[in-house]
């Protein structure tokens, strides 16, 4: 079964930090680059950061520094620690593939207030 679930969002302060967590089905983790995105209320969704089957990361510049990707291949689990928590931060995170496939989970929301 293809199935992907996030948790850990939350409503934090500027500054603050969260940790997000995404079980995957073993079929889409597997020797495959994982990745969270993030969508914001009208807007599209983007990319936030990647690792690799290796774990080597990559992260656009409006969060590198801030965020850190990790996995851990036994549990089919791939994380994102956040701190320094902005209010343009606030979106909806997903996890997928890198590139990502058709099949999305529900998302976490996180919430950053000024």
């Known amino acids: 079964q293809v199935q992907l679930v996030e948790s850990g969002g939350g409503l934090v302060q500027a500054g603050g930090s969260l940790r997000l967590s995404c079980a995957a089905s073993?079929?889409?983790?597997?020797?495959?680059?994982m990745g969270w995105y993030r969508q914001a209320p009208g807007k599209q969704r983007e990319w936030v950061a990647t690792?690799?089957?290796?774990?080597?990361?990559n992260y656009p510049d409006s969060v590198k520094g801030r965020f850190t990707i990790s996995r851990d291949n036994a549990k089919n689990t791939v994380y994102l620690q956040m701190n320094s928590l902005k209010p343009e931060d606030t979106a909806v995170y997903y996890c997928n593939r890198v590139p990502p496939i058709g099949t999305w989970g529900q998302g976490t929301q996180v919430t950053v207030s000024s």
């Open positions: 073993r079929s889409i983790f597997s020797f495959n680059a």
């Open positions: 690792i690799s089957s290796g774990g080597s990361t």
